[in-house]
């Protein structure tokens, strides 16, 4: 099993619509949770990181996460084409400093 | 506010020579971490550099080494270098212990023919 696990897409939605990209995780002391926009052929940067149960929005997106069920979301409101680009999850696993990242889901949004 | 820089920005090198990355953090930052990221994949955590010492380290041979410097910049040593070692190698910076957000400066691409 994989560390941090995303489905590789591609994630296609209309613009305007609502993206949901999924991301799991094994270590359940996990506690500190991030999610990095990458366009094609730059940096990752970083758009969300939550490290509580529940949800925590900040303009267009909103980050939740359950523990319980080792499980952390994002969500895009509003899709822009714009908003087309790999997002990555990273865990950091409890008594490292690491990120462990996911493989990326890529997401298209169609104008 | 100048963010994390990295230099140079491309790289061509061949099998078996030497090859050395450099990182300046954010400012206000004092941890640095260098990340592998190949085609298609996730960064790879190679090691984080704090206080001049390193850390934490990643799943990388002892061919990969680094350094802090009292100003908090970084380099990436990599030694004996093979063709699986062709990426783009990412350093990101944070503030303090335990985890801070870290933050990516723009990628070195290492070709290696």
């Known amino acids: 099993q994989k560390e941090v696990e995303q489905n590789s897409g591609p994630l296609s939605v209309p613009e305007g619509a609502i993206a949901s990209l999924n991301c799991t995780y094994s270590d359940r002391g996990s506690q500190s949770f991030f999610w990095y926009r990458q366009y094609s052929g730059k940096s990752p940067e970083l758009i969300m990181f939550?490290?509580?149960?529940g949800d925590k929005e900040d303009g267009r997106f909103t980050a939740q996460l359950n523990k319980a069920s080792q499980y952390v979301s994002l969500l895009i409101r509003d899709s822009q084409p714009s908003d087309s680009a790999t997002y990555l999850c990273a865990v950091v696993p409890p008594g490292t400093y690491k990120y462990i990242f996911g493989t990326g889901t890529r997401l298209k949004v169609l104008a | 506010d100048a963010g994390v820089t990295q230099s140079p920005t491309h790289l061509i090198k061949t099998r078996g020579q030497q090859v050395t990355l450099r990182c300046s953090p954010k400012?206000?930052?004092?941890?640095v971490s260098w990340y592998q990221q190949a085609l298609g994949q996730g960064p790879q955590f190679i090691f984080q550099y704090y206080e001049e010492e390193e850390r934490q380290r990643g799943n990388f041979p002892d061919r990969f080494s680094g350094h802090q410097f009292p100003n908090y910049s970084s380099e990436l040593n990599v030694n004996a270098l093979l063709l699986g070692d062709s990426a783009l190698y990412l350093c990101?910076?944070?503030?303090?212990?335990?985890?801070?957000?870290?933050?990516f400066g723009p990628g070195t691409r290492l070709t290696v023919l």
């Open positions: 939550i490290y509580s149960n």
């Open positions: 990101a910076s944070s503030f303090g212990p335990p985890s801070g957000e870290q933050f």
């Open positions: 400012s206000g930052h004092d941890t």
